[in-house]
C-alpha cells in the first residue's frame, strides 16, 4: 500500500507540473537563470571586445604623407588607439542594451505576459513614439555619422562650438551614439547630445600648431631678430625632450609694425596635444635670449 500511494503522489506531481501550476520556486529560479545567463554574455562579449581592440591596437599602423615638410600620420599608434576606444565604449554600451532587453522579454514571457502582442504593436508604438522622439533619434543618426567619419574620439582635444548659451571645449572622456562627454579645463564634465553638435574643432587629429609671438620697440634689427629666434627654435628641436614633439622646420615672419612696436610671429608643425607645451618652451627661451642680447620687448 505504501508503494502504491507513493507512486500516486508521484503522478500526482507529474500531472501538476504538466498542468501549468508547478513548484513557486520554478519561476523565480527560471528568472534567475536568465539573468545570470544574461550576465555572462555580457561579461564574456565584453572580453571579446576588449581582446580585439587590444590586438588591433598592436597592428602597425601605416603611414600617409599629408605634408611634404611633415609625415603626418592619418592610422598613427595614438589616433587608432583612440578611434579603437571610441569604439570599444559603443560596442559595450549596444552589447549591454540588446542583450538587456532579451532578458527582459524573457523575463516578460515567464511571468505571463504577452510578449507577442507587444511586439507587434511595437511597430505602431514606435510611430507614435517617433514625433515625440525626434530628437532622440537626430542624436543617434548623428553619432553614427560621426564615428563613422572619424571626426573625433576618446582623448582627442575638442571645441564643440557653441551649445545653447556656452562653448562646449575640452578633452573627451567618453563616446556614445547619444551623447559625447567632454571634459573642460577648469575640470568639469559636458555630457553634449550629438544632434546639437554643428561643428567640430579637433585639436588632437593629423598635427597641431605651436604659436608664439612676441612684440619689440621700434627700430630693432628685425633680421637679427629673426636670425635669433630661429637658433633658439633649432636648440630646441635638438633637445631629448622636444625631437619628436616638432614635426619640421618653424617660421619665423613679421606679422604687424605700428607705431607701439614690431610683432613677430614663431610657428611650427608639432605631433597633436604637443602645441602647448612646445609653444610655452619657446617663449620661456625667447625670453632669455632676448634679454642675453639686449633685445627690448614692449
Known amino acids: 500500500m505504501a508503494a502504491i500511494e507513493t507512486g500516486d503522489y508521484a503522478d500526482s506531481v507529474l500531472i ?12 523565480p529560479l527560471r528568472i534567475v537563470i536568465i539573468l545570470a545567463v544574461a550576465v555572462l554574455l555580457t561579461v564574456v562579449l565584453r572580453f571579446v571586445v576588449s581582446r580585439v581592440i587590444r590586438r588591433l591596437s598592436a ?5 600617409l604623407g599629408v605634408h611634404k615638410n611633415a609625415k603626418i ?11 579603437l576606444r571610441t569604439f570599444q565604449s559603443v560596442l559595450n554600451s549596444t552589447i549591454a542594451i540588446v542583450i538587456g532587453s532579451i532578458a527582459l522579454l524573457m523575463i516578460l514571457a515567464e511571468v505571463g505576459v504577452a510578449v507577442a502582442p507587444l511586439l507587434a504593436s511595437a511597430g505602431v508604438v514606435g510611430v507614435a513614439l517617433a514625433f515625440g522622439a525626434q530628437s532622440l533619434v537626430r542624436d543617434i543618426i548623428s553619432g553614427v555619422f560621426m564615428l563613422v567619419e572619424d571626426q573625433y574620439g576618446v582623448g582627442d582635444r575638442v571645441d564643440l562650438g557653441s551649445t545653447g548659451a556656452t562653448m562646449a571645449s575640452g578633452t573627451v572622456e567618453q563616446v556614445a551614439l547619444r551623447i559625447t562627454t567632454v571634459r573642460d579645463d577648469d575640470g568639469r564634465i559636458w555630457h553634449i547630445r550629438n544632434g546639437e553638435i554643428m561643428r567640430v ?6 598635427w597641431s600648431s605651436a604659436i608664439a609671438q612676441v612684440q619689440v620697440v621700434p627700430g630693432t634689427d628685425i633680421v637679427a631678430t629673426r636670425e635669433l629666434m630661429a637658433a633658439v627654435s633649432a636648440q630646441l628641436r635638438a633637445e631629448d625632450g622636444y625631437q619628436g614633439a616638432i614635426l619640421d ?7 604687424e609694425i605700428s607705431g607701439a612696436g614690431i610683432t613677430l610671429r ?9 602645441q602647448w607645451r612646445v609653444a610655452s618652451a619657446m617663449r620661456r627661451r625667447l625670453t632669455t635670449a632676448f ?7 614692449v
Not at 622646420?249 to 606679422?255: A, F, K, S
Open 249 to 255: 622646420d618653424p617660421e619665423v615672419r613679421v606679422e
Open 291 to 297: 634679454a642675453e642680447h639686449d633685445i627690448e620687448l
Open 266 to 274: 614663431w610657428s611650427v608643425r608639432t605631433q597633436p596635444g604637443q
Open 201 to 206: 574643432a579637433n585639436e588632437s587629429q593629423g
Open 59 to 63: 597592428l602597425p599602423s601605416r603611414e
Open 16 to 27: 501538476t507540473a504538466a498542468s501549468g501550476t508547478a513548484s513557486p520556486l520554478v519561476l
Open 73 to 83: 600620420v592619418l592610422g598613427q599608434p595614438h589616433r587608432m588607439g583612440q578611434r
